[in-house]
């Protein structure tokens, strides 16, 4: 399909910089340009482009009135707290900015540098105490982890209420059952990009390139779901693909797609003919390729954009999504709204069954209240009150 057949395209860009698929995207990143050396627009017979890093600053602008406006009514400034392990360059460089984003609008920030070599029982006794720190709003826990650190049991051990990456377990349980929650920030950033474009959704086909549980899932969730519903959705028919969907199928599903999202990691793997006439196309991939002409590494998304006949911009607006959802969990809990999914103490006589499945919270053992007995993985409880004293204890 020739480039001028997306003239009335949206073709939106939420590359990163530096930045792998769960990471908040960078404030900092330039727009690509052109040989020209200045930002290529999109001709009138290239695919649109609309800028996120527009999107981004529209969106930081109106979390900084808010902020200032509850500050000026007497309240608390908003806080956040960042976790970060190790030494990794992209790490430093991805958590320096969401505190620049954070200071942009007038929320304080702390970040807590931990080595390599930290212990998961460190890590969570940490995240305990930032819990129960009254003057802390916004938890949030740099991912990935050295190997030895399970991530799913620090994401679980973070206050629901106070885990701004949204992926707790609650939060995500929330979010498939249409509750309002913590939305995951690069999902709340495609969400965010298709309400203020004006993108129908509503009985549209949607392809979701992509199924990580902190990307491809919860977009597809946003998008499929009941607009009438607690936690409106888009009333979409979403087609949820992987790196297992062969191309041929994935060409199929994409060419009958109204708008797809693609967040799969391969470089270029949605081409021209790929995509019919007037699709969205929203590419949050992250893939680091070697550049033959600077000889140096460089970060591209999934989409083929140039072979659409549009060079799209870098996009920070998914850091806007942490800081809106830091400020909308922050007046939440300053105004009651808490969460009733609560851990309990509880008095029973026996051991958790190893074939059950579940996390410890704040110390105390959970279960899920459709199993008749509670549920620890780490199995060190005592009784009569079945506190959990493991390394999982949180």
Known sequence: MAAAAFSSSFTVSLRPCLAPLRRWRALSCPAPRSASGSPRSAASDEATVISGTKLAKEVLKEVQRDVESWISSGNKRPHLTVVLVGDNPASHIYVRNKVKAATAVGISSEIILRPEDVSQEELLDMTLKLNKDPSVSGVLVQLPLPDHIDERTVCNAIAPEKDVDGFHIINIGRLCLDQPSIIPATAAAVWEIIKR????????NVVVAGRSKNVGMPISMLLHTDGEHERPGGDATVTITHRYTPKEQLKIHTQLADIVIVAAGIPKLITTDMVKEGAAVIDVGINHIHDPLTGKTKLVGDVDFEAMGALSEESAITVSSLS?????????????????????????????????????????CAFHSELRKPICKCRKLKSPYKVCTGETAL
Request: charged share 20%; net charge negative.
């Open 324 to 364: 809106t959802e830091l400020w909308n969990n922050w007046t939440k809990n300053n105004t009651e709204v808490e969460y009733t999914e609560q851990p309990r103490l509880l008095k029973l006589m026996q051991t958790c069954l190893e074939e059950h499945h579940s996390y410890c919270i704040n110390g105390l």
């Open 197 to 204: 474009t004006g993108i129908q959704t509503f009985g549209k």
